[in-house]
Each structure stands twice: as structure tokens, then as C-alpha cells.
């Protein structure tokens, strides 16, 4: 599974783990990523979408209809 949102474009961050003893090694910070299904009227069809958390919550207030067509302003394909 691809770590990377369709309509916010959030990606893994990298950093280190810092020891006790102050040994650095390479860590990954993901996002927390889901797979969402939702009924798409216009095309009267679902589609099913790879989206953080924070995506959820943004189609949740400007709607499906135009998360999906924001999505593919950016060249996203659904």
C-alpha cells in the first residue's frame, strides 16, 4: 500500500530514532492512511479512495463530488 493520500498529497516524513545513548538511525514517520469507499452520484458508481485522515475529514465538509474533481485537477485518476 502506497503511504500517500489522493487529495492532500501527504507523504512519509523520515527522521531519526535517537537512542539513549544518542546513536542515531533512520526512521519513517508514515501517515495515517485508509482505504475509503464512497457512492459517487454524478457517475453513479462507488469509488474507493487512498486517503489520511485528514482527507476523510475534508471530503466530509466540501463534499465527494468536489474532492473527487480536485483530484483530478492534480492528475490523480479515479
Known amino acids: 500500500m502506497s503511504a500517500h493520500c489522493q487529495l492532500t498529497g501527504r507523504q512519509p516524513g523520515f527522521g531519526n530514532n535517537i537512542s539513549h545513548s544518542h546513536r542515531r538511525t533512520k526512521r519513517r514517520f508514515d501517515p495515517n492512511i485508509q482505504h ?43
Open 36 to 78: 475509503k469507499r464512497y457512492w459517487l452520484p454524478s457517475e453513479n458508481r462507488y469509488v474507493r479512495l487512498t486517503l489520511s485522515t485528514k482527507g476523510i475529514k475534508t471530503v466530509d465538509t466540501i463534499g465527494i463530488e468536489a474532492a473527487v474533481a480536485r483530484i483530478r485537477n492534480q492528475g490523480g485518476k479515479i
